[in-house]
């Protein structure tokens, strides 16, 4: 599955602003009643997808809207590629405003069997240091390649085509609290394409019906993994939890956009907490993703 060749991997070093525009664009995108960050406040866990986004030229893109392999990632062969999750660990602050420095490189390239066939599991690591050159933010992604769908076969075989998204109203807003830790999330294909525009994510299976539907061989368009992780992160701001330290998250089912989703917290008295998003029919194949955080016990 994996024929590197001449592919070596590279560590990619840049300096970037963390401009308050694109963080306004995403407090106004999750509209959760919590105000945008500003000019030297912290930036929220997660937050720093959106904030700073990597726009790929366009000649670059391949035909799944993704960058073409055989630059930073490698040249896999399998077509699907799918974001699974990651670790990330939050040394210090990144503030709104600031010039910070990314260095970024790919860890591990590994081939294994799953489910639905051969996959290929690719680590990305990435440190983020503040103004100030202290480590801020330490992330390792993990990205996974597959095979074709194959539409016979399989849990996304078991879901029912959804209705087009031009059918489906838009919801007032994603987040609509239904408890103290429990919360409703919607989406519809504005809210996927305007995630997808906030975080430079061209990935055609986001908001290319036709291409998600027909080529690739799901139901309907597929919510962003990061969209659910930073979603699910956002109850424990909006809980007033203390400063994040640690914080796994994972895609372990896929959700469809207009698919409805309940989003639950649940804290366990020590400063940790499993966040959790999960469909509202009990389906085994339903979505599901997780994030598990670990906070220092300061005030956020």
């Not at 030297?40 to 726009?55: I, N, S």
């Not at 807003?173 to 525009?197: G, I, K, N, V, Y």
């Not at 309907?220 to 007033?240: D, F, N, Y």
Request: some cysteine.
């Amino acid at each position: 599955m994996v024929d590197l060749g001449t592919w070596t991997a590279q560590t990619v070093v840049t300096e970037e602003l963390l401009d308050p525009a694109p963080v306004a664009a995403l407090a106004a995108l999750l509209d959760d009643g919590l105000s945008a960050p500003g000019e030297g406040d912290e930036l929220p866990p997660l937050w720093h997808w959106a904030a700073l986004p990597r726009w790929a030229a366009s000649g670059e893109l391949g035909p799944d809207g993704h960058p073409r392999r055989g630059g930073f990632l490698p040249p896999i062969g399998l077509p699907r590629r799918m974001f699974a999750g990651g670790n990330l660990i939050f040394h210090g602050a990144l503030r709104v405003g600031s010039t910070i420095r990314r260095e970024s490189e790919v860890v591990s390239v590994a081939e294994k069997t799953g489910r639905s066939g051969p996959l290929v599991i690719v680590d990305v690591a990435t440190r983020l240091f503040d103004e100030f050159g202290e480590l801020a933010v330490t992330e390792m992604q993990n990205l996974v390649y597959r095979e074709a769908a194959v539409k016979t076969e399989g849990a996304e075989a078991q879901i029912a085509p959804l209705e087009p998204p031009t059918s489906t109203p838009p919801p007032a807003q994603p987040l609509r609290r239904l408890s103290e830790h429990e919360w409703e999330f919607r989406t519809d294909a504005s809210l996927l394409a305007r995630f997808s525009a906030a975080t430079a994510n061209a990935h055609r299976i986001h908001y290319d019906w036709p291409y998600a539907t027909r080529v690739e061989g799901y139901p309907g368009l597929l919510v962003h993994g990061p969209l659910q992780a930073i979603a699910l992160t956002e109850l424990h701001r909006l809980s007033g939890g203390a400063r994040v330290e640690r914080l796994r998250h994972r895609g372990l089912a896929p959700l469809f956009c207009g698919e409805p989703a309940r989003l639950r917290a649940t804290y366990d008295g020590s400063g940790s907490a499993l966040l959790e998003l999960s469909g509202t029919n009990g389906d085994s194949f339903g979505p599901r993703s997780t994030v598990e955080l670990t906070t220092d016990g300061s005030p956020s």
